[in-house]
């Protein structure tokens, strides 16, 4: 009895494994992760953060407040250039 219950559910079971491991352990694909920044713009002595949200991701536009270009805070000071965020 116990071999039949087996035959017959084996295949089910390894199907349901198969998709499993094929979504549960997915990678990320664009070789980096990206992150939402709030902008910057240069200050004398420093950067100073504004409200706009921007990502580290390159599209086609950057991101700016106004003619402003915004750049990454990192600690007290402009850091990398940031780009417009793309829904």
Known sequence: MKAKIFKAGFPFLAFFVAIFGAFAFQTNTSGSATMDHFGAIPV????????????????????????????????????????????
């Open 44 to 87: 004398p002595g420093g950067c100073e953060e504004i409200s706009k949200v921007c990502t580290d991701q390159q599209t086609t536009t950057k991101c700016r407040s106004g003619v402003q270009q915004l750049y990454r805070l990192n600690g007290t000071a402009c850091g990398a250039e940031l780009w417009e965020k793309i829904n």
